[in-house]
């Protein structure tokens, strides 16, 4: 079993964080066709518009999170086929996946969107400038355990910093969501839509709750407090984005 240095993969993981990630994989895989065929097929309320989704991308955003991520754990998968073949390469194998919090950068500031969007919530673009600079500290965080150990409070300070605009971003993000459910949800009984809201609303848990559940990992791994070991980091990561990504989609 080996071990991952710095904010990339350069050695075997054991074989139940490998499992994870092709199990992420094939979820987000699995997700991403279904919501392109769910785009590709829907007409519309009149049942008589093609390409409907096409004309309103916005709604695919959800489609573009899975296919991002789906491509960072092929990264992963790739590199964990050729560690187990070749454990002497090192850091010269890497995938796209490898690089920790990238993908992040990418997908959480569209999952933000996205769901401010289906509110029809306000400050979409500005919160979601926020979550990118919030990953961004999170990436510096990383960088920072790579080097001299004497840098490692940087790491903590760089935590720190984008945990405090995290707790103000997710409860900025939260204020509104609960505003903006509370009068879909008065709009949906008077037009009978209860069945959209319900799905609304198992959206807006696993961003609510799920979500929180990424720093914590953060904090435990050999990055932070050191209470779980590189493998079982990379099987939280798994559980957190097939939920948070695969069931949000």
């Known amino acids: 079993v080996g071990t991952m240095h710095g904010w990339y993969l350069d050695t075997q993981l054991s074989d139940v964080a490998i499992a994870a990630h092709w199990t992420c994989f094939l979820a987000l895989l699995f997700t991403t066709f279904y919501l392109a065929y769910e785009s590709w097929t829907n007409r519309g309320p009149s049942k008589r518009s093609h390409f409907y989704a ?21 990264g992963k ?29 990418l997908t959480c500031p569209l999952l933000v969107y996205d769901l401010l969007y289906q509110l029809r919530a306000p400050y979409r673009v500005s919160l979601s400038a926020v979550i990118f600079a919030i990953l961004l500290s999170g990436v510096i965080a990383e960088i920072y355990t790579m080097g001299d150990p004497r840098l490692r409070d940087g790491a903590y300070a760089w935590y720190a910093f984008g945990m405090f ?53 953060w904090a435990i791994c050999p990055r932070g407090l050191n209470w779980i070991d590189d493998s079982a980091t990379e099987v939280a990561h798994c559980l957190c984005d097939i939920i948070a990504k695969s069931c949000y989609g």
């Open 165 to 217: 605009w995290f707790v103000a971003a997710y409860v900025a993000v939260m204020t509104i969501v609960a505003k903006q459910y509370a009068r879909l949800a008065e709009l949906a009984k008077d037009t009978g839509a209860l069945h959209s809201l319900s799905t609304l609303k198992f959206a807006v848990f696993t961003f609510s709750m799920l979500w929180v559940l990424f720093p914590l990992v």
């Open 54 to 74: 096409g004309y309103q991308e916005e709604q695919n955003l959800a489609l573009f999170v899975n296919f991002f991520a789906m491509v960072s754990y092929y």
């Open 77 to 105: 998968v790739v590199s964990d086929t050729l560690g187990h073949n070749f454990t002497n390469v090192g850091p010269f194998i890497l995938g796209f996946g490898n690089y920790r919090y990238a993908d992040y950068m």
